[in-house]
């Protein structure tokens, strides 16, 4: 058992770190949005830059181990590389490539989505630097990471990819469940059911069974199981969170 945790880093100082370490977090990963004040605080707000680096330092001095969480827009989509350089320079252990979804300030801050071409080119960079650096995790929790890319095999009866419902949920402060933190459709309350009963309720079958549930392109798709298409997505885009991943490019 482990526990990690993520954060914007802002307010960890050599205290909160030193608290952390003391309490058995094993990491904590810190949202960054660029490589620069220019581009991150673009996003995050003045000075938060700067207050996030200091963060990841003073973790990596207590000892925690650190990563950082991109998410990816057209906005600071040229800049992924230089984000896997500023991650090996300050010795984090993982960087994360997620894709910007239209949910919440991202309907009115001026970003806007990658389009299915540049989501299939983040995948192929995650790949390539992730070979290319020893000692930093490079990697994505996008489904689409699990579709095959030119020269690259799969296995029939694998299953993975959206791990929405299936092996990852999301408890909101009031106790609400959700399949994913950016999937907004209940699906149980701590404060009413046990996480073991919510876990083996049949709100969550859609979510397993693939095969039954998908809807459009997903549906018929080879890689329905290892991918399944990002759900949160599919919701984000159409409001049917069975339905296609409109970022896709197959």
């Not at 994913?180 to 709100?203: E, F, Q, T, Y």
């Amino acid at each position: 058992e482990r526990v990690d945790l993520g954060s914007n880093g802002t307010l960890i100082d050599e205290s909160l770190a030193e608290e952390l370490k003391a309490a058995g977090v094993k990491m904590v990963q810190i949202s960054l949005e660029g490589p620069s004040p220019e581009i991150n605080d673009f996003i995050r707000g003045r000075g938060s830059f700067q207050k996030a680096i200091m963060g990841l330092r003073w973790l990596k001095d207590c000892g925690v181990d650190t990563g950082i969480m991109v998410t990816v827009s057209k906005f600071n989509f040229a800049f992924i590389g230089e984000m896997i350089e500023l991650a090996f320079r300050e010795g984090v252990k993982l960087v994360t490539f997620n894709r910007l979804l239209p949910l919440g300030r991202a309907k009115k801050k001026a970003l806007r989505c990658l389009d299915p071409s540049e989501i299939k080119q983040m995948i192929s960079l995650v790949h390539f630097f992730d070979k290319k650096y020893q000692g930093l995790d490079v990697s994505s929790d996008d489904p689409l990471l699990y579709v095959p890319l030119e020269g690259r095999r799969f296995t029939v009866n694998a299953f993975g990819g959206c791990g929405a419902g299936v092996g990852s949920l999301a408890i909101c402060h009031d106790g609400t469940v959700f399949p994913c933190r950016r999937l907004p459709i209940k699906v149980g309350d701590i404060k009413n059911s046990s996480l073991a009963n919510i876990i083996n309720s049949s709100r969550l079958d859609c979510f397993f069974d693939r095969e039954t549930h998908l809807k459009g392109k997903c549906a018929p798709c080879d890689y329905r199981q290892i991918c399944g298409g990002c759900r949160a997505a599919a919701y984000a885009f159409t409001g049917d969170h069975l339905g296609s991943d409109p970022q896709c490019w197959m």
